[in-house]
């Protein structure tokens, strides 16, 4: 999360104070915190009190703030980074809260399968989802919009047949 998110979230600082800080910055340098503090827009204990607080662990998946399917490919991405085959390998290395390994373990006793069988399905979707993003973000780079534009803009042609309409 940015500093900037943090302060907004915590009532130290309003967004119009964030705009002031980054227009300095932009013509000053240095950080948001210091920019902050130089305008008088807040303290450095104010500071120091947000960026030495311990953030309260999560303790279940809506607890972290982050959305199922990115926290799965976050856990897709460690899972094959750290060589990890198994959920239970996976999660003596992450240390994965009791409410997270119960829940996959929930999830896969619904879908009648095994835990392991879960998780490859799991990251094989995610896998395919990661490659597809890849094909069509390597194909939108070699679009030509400007041709695109004259195509559709280019007159003649016969309107869309009554079935062919929206609405």
């Known amino acids: 999360m940015r500093l900037s998110d943090v302060l907004l979230m915590r009532g130290v600082v309003r967004s119009s104070d964030i ?21 008088g827009l807040m303290t450095t204990e104010q500071l120091y009190d947000v960026m030495n607080e311990t953030p309260v662990l999560p303790r279940t998946i809506a607890d972290t703030g982050i ?23 996976l999660s003596d290395r992450l240390r994965l ?12 006793k619904a879908d009648g399968v095994s835990i ?16 597809t993003a890849a094909f069509f973000a390597e194909r939108a780079s070699k679009a030509d ?17 009554p079935e062919d309409t929206l609405g």
Do not use: W, Y
């Open 97 to 108: 809260p009791h409410s997270v390994k119960a829940e996959v373990a929930r999830r896969a």
């Open 145 to 161: 919009f400007a041709a695109f534009d004259r195509i559709m803009n280019r007159k003649g042609g016969e309107p869309p047949r």
């Open 67 to 89: 959305s199922r399917g990115l926290l799965l490919g976050l856990v897709l991405k460690f899972m094959r980074v750290a060589l990890c085959e198994t959920l239970p390998e």
């Open 19 to 39: 705009e002031s800080a980054l227009e300095r910055q932009r013509a000053q340098g240095g950080r948001l915190g210091e920019n902050l503090i130089a305008l």
């Open 116 to 131: 392991n069988q879960f998780v490859a399905t799991a990251v094989a979707e995610k896998l395919s989802a990661m490659n």
